[in-house]
Every structure is written in C-alpha cells, then in structure tokens.
C-alpha cells in the first residue's frame, strides 16, 4: 500500500495490491465460472474456459466483490455468484461481439469465431447469458435483476449504435459518450449497483452511498473505454493483443479520431473521412491518421476527458468510511487510467 503526499492523504491500492486482497475470493471466482459452465454438450464448456483463461483482467468480479465488502456483505457466496454473473455476461458480448466486428484475435490468441466459427461464438455466447440469468433467478437479492437487465439492453443499444455509425465520420463526442456508456458504462455501473444491493440485504447502505457507487461505476466505466480507444492508437500490437488501429479497420469512430477531424484542415478532412469508410486500410494509411491524431494532440485531449470522468467516479466516494475496500476502488480508478493494455 503507498499514500499520496496530498492534504487528505488519500491511500490507494496498485491493481497487484487489489488482486492480493482478494486473492481468496478471486480464485473461488475461477472455480465458480468453470463449474457452472459445464454442460453435457462439451464443445460449451471447451469455448467458454477458451475464452476465459485468455488473459481476461476479470474487472467487473473484482468490482462487484470490493463494492459487496465496502457495503458490509461479507458471507453468503452472493458475491462470488454475481461475480461469476457479469463476467459470463462479459463473455457473452465478448464472443457476440468478435462475430459483429469479424474480428479474427482476441487478447493475442485467435478469438472463438476465428477458431470455431460464427455459429459456435454465438450460440455459446447465449449459453452463457442464459446461465447468468439463471444463476440471478436461483440467488439474487430484490433489485439485482432488474440492475442487470438494465445493463444487458444498453449493451445491446451500445453495440447497434456502433453499427449505425459504423463509418461516421460525423459522430459528434456527445453521440460516442452517450455509445460507450452503453456499450461499457453500464455494465461496469451494474456491478457497483450489485455489491451495494448485496451490502443493502444487511441494511448497511444509505441512498447517498447507493448513487455514489452508480456515479463510480458510470464514470470509471466511461473512462475504461475513452482509454480503450486511445491505446488501440497508441499501445504497439504485442501489448495490445491485436493490430494498432483495429477500430479503424473495423469501422469504429472513437474520441481521438473525433478530436483529430474536429481539428483538421479542409484537406485533412477529406483524407479521414476517406479513411473510416474504406475498409481495405494500408499500414501506410493508418500511420497518417496516428500522424494527425498526434499533430492535434488528440490523445491528451482523451486522456483529459478520462481524468475528468475519472474524478468524478471518486468525488462521491467519501460519504463511505474509510477503510482498504475504499482504498481499492480509489486504486482501480488510477488503475483504469493508467494501464498499458
Ligand atoms: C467490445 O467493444 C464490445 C462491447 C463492450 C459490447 C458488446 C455488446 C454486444 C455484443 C451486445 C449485447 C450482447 C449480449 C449477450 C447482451 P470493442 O469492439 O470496442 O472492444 P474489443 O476491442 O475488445 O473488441
Ligand atoms: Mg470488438
């Protein structure tokens, strides 16, 4: 654990430190998502564990475990269930959504559709959405479901508002926020609202502490994807686990390109322009969009716009006493904006 030399002396805990506090919990996560993946059809639980020991940094878990244990909810195995909900969910969209996209890697290894087709991506995808509902019917507490039903319909709204603007090179930054809200925000804010609403079945949580881990939620989420697509310009491929510039390829308008255009000359114009709607994109090409990107400083303008959401998420967090549950979401704030892949 460190502290920062500011007035409140606020403690924040690295991601290592918040993976060793939950150490316990975590692991019982892996077996939880391996074991109710099972299935007498045993090509499910081969894409499902695929997918699941590719690496992933399991944040939604560790969000809904420290904001249980923030809130007082510290046995009962909700936690590690709901855990284990929204991370199928993850992969449900995850597995959906390389098939929508056509994308053929995943986190450096050949995603699911590329190594299992379409089809299988699909249809194991709802396996693992219908499983999550059906874990939620068995164990949740009032409120729970209808959270994550919410989130699952953004989700939804998200993904075919990426393919209504798929190409649109007018996507005003108001029009991307209100997109990755859905497509990130709201899930992320979902598993906030869990733990609250775990921690709500022993009457430890206020409405103040309630709407303070939503607006965490929301907003840490918003700067979770505002820093996805800043690294996808500028994270080399090895650390990315897919080809710079893959938004691009894939018809994908984010802030930094929103920024660029917004900045650009006429002539510039016209080349982005020209670039999002082709979808056979050179290398050559793609390095003068991160040319321009850098030219008109898109990415600090990026990363200005995910502290901000970033400070927001903390802002209202105080009203909760202090303690290293605390100390972990401050962390996984820094966290967010700081990582590297
Ligand atoms: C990844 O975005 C995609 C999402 C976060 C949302 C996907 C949502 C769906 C497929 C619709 C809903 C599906 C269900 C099962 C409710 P990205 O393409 O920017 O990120 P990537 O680079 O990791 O692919
Ligand atoms: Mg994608």
């Known amino acids: 654990m460190h502290s920062e030399g500011n007035l409140s002396a606020v403690k924040k805990l690295d991601f290592e430190e918040i993976q060793s506090l939950l150490k316990d919990e975590l692991a019982t996560v892996e077996r939880s998502l391996k074991e109710h993946a099972g299935s007498s059809v045993a090509v499910i639980p081969i894409i499902s564990g695929y997918l699941s020991n590719g690496g992933g940094k399991r944040l939604r878990p560790i969000l809904v475990l420290i904001t249980a244990r923030l809130c007082g909810y510290n046995e009962g195995g909700g936690d590690i269930t709901h855990s284990t909900v929204v991370e199928y969910i993850h992969a449900a969209t995850l597995l959906h959504d390389d098939v929508v996209d056509e994308a053929d890697i995943r986190r450096g290894i050949p995603s699911a559709n590329a190594k299992w087709g379409n089809e299988y991506s699909v249809l194991v995808g709802d396996f693992l959405f219908a499983k999550s509902f059906s874990l939620m019917a068995d164990h949740s507490p009032p409120g729970v479901v209808q959270a994550i039903s919410e989130a699952t319909k953004f989700l939804a709204e998200g993904e075919i508002l990426e393919l209504v603007h798929s190409a649109d090179i007018d996507l005003t930054e108001k029009e991307y926020l209100n997109l990755i809200f859905r497509k990130t925000g709201a899930l992320i804010k979902a598993c906030c609202q869990v733990g609250g609403l775990l921690g709500g079945i022993r009457g430890e949580v206020t409405g103040r502490q309630m709407a303070a881990l939503e607006t965490y939620g929301e907003n840490i989420g918003i700067a979770f994807q505002i820093i996805d697509d800043l690294l996808d310009f500028t994270a080399d491929e090895k650390t990315l686990g897919k080809p710079v510039g893959q938004d691009l390829i894939e018809g994908h308008v984010t802030l930094p390109v929103i920024h660029a255009f917004a900045n650009a000359d006429e002539k510039e114009k016209i080349f982005i322009a020209e670039t999002v709607k082709s979808r056979e994109l050179s290398a050559r090409r793609i390095g003068s969009i991160i040319e321009l990107i ?47 892949m």
Request: aromatic letters at 10%.
């Open 294 to 340: 850098g030219k008109y400083d898109s990415i600090s303008y990026c990363k200005k716009m995910a502290e901000n959401h970033i400070d927001k998420a903390v802002g209202e967090l105080d009203c909760f006493p202090p303690n290293e549950y605390l100390d972990a979401l401050k962390g996984l704030a820094d966290y967010i904006i700081n990582r590297e």
